[in-house]
């Protein structure tokens, strides 16, 4: 059963172009989203966040949209560059607890110079 | 990522053998949390820690898991008598808070590099 989930296995982006990685849930009472980014053989390395009572942040080149309706969020890099190239993870939690993320099984960028 | 400390990257046992897995939070953290990933899953929650104590630990398997974070020390994971189906990656993380309170970014968690156990 997962409750998070990205659809996309891996992704394939230009240089300079838009990356836009998704993410689907199944909660509702999910209230607080987050992107990990994870290269290999690293641990996952924290990117933006948002809370359910917001539909945009923005922190740089990245920018994450929720849409409650839809039990969607995405994740906008502009412009990719190909240090971005990585496993990109989406993962969400209960009650703004950190304790039991539930994460999706990622979704690989290449960002192609 | 090098902020959180975990040792050794890589370690081998055969079937029946005891591992440990260290991991020491970033300075100023007192709230430390095991995950697993298996091969093709994602990263699934085991324990949460603080200091001398084990909050939640219902992501555990109830026999041959254990998990401390004493006083003074690392926190550790303990796999007794394990099985080849342990095999796979194991991150600690840590952070200053324990929630992530209404405001975004506020204390997210801070991985390791991962364990990653290997049972011949």
């Known amino acids: 059963d997962q409750q998070v989930k990205q659809n996309s296995p891996s992704l394939s982006v230009q240089e300079g172009r838009i990356s836009i990685l998704n993410c689907d849930y199944t909660n509702s009472m999910f209230d607080y989203f987050l992107w990990y980014k994870k290269y290999p053989a690293e641990g996952p390395t924290f990117l933006i966040s948002i809370s359910s009572i917001k539909d945009k942040n923005e922190d740089g080149r990245f920018t994450v949209f929720l849409n409650k309706s839809a039990k969607h969020l995405s994740l906008h890099i502009v412009p990719s560059q190909p240090g971005d190239s990585a496993v990109y993870f989406c993962a969400a939690s209960l009650g703004g607890n950190n304790r039991k993320l539930i994460w999706g099984l990622g979704t690989s960028l290449a960002v192609n110079p | 990522n090098a902020g959180v400390m975990q040792n050794p990257r890589h370690l081998v046992r055969r079937r029946g053998q005891e591992a440990r897995l260290r991991c020491s939070p970033m300075?100023?953290?007192?709230?430390v949390y095991w995950y697993r990933q298996l091969p093709e899953e994602g990263l699934k929650f085991m324990v949460y820690l603080q200091k001398e104590n084990i909050i939640d630990e219902s992501g555990m398997p109830k026999e041959r898991f254990s998990a401390e974070f004493p006083k003074e020390g690392p926190s550790i994971l303990r796999i007794q008598q394990v099985v080849r189906g342990d095999s796979a990656a194991y991150f600690c993380?840590?952070?200053?808070?324990?929630?992530?309170?209404?405001?975004?970014?506020?204390?997210?968690?801070?991985f390791g590099n991962g364990t990653r156990l290997t049972v011949t």
């Open positions: 993380a840590s952070s200053r808070l324990p929630g992530q309170g209404p405001s975004d970014n506020n204390s997210p968690l801070h």
């Open positions: 300075k100023g953290h007192s709230h």
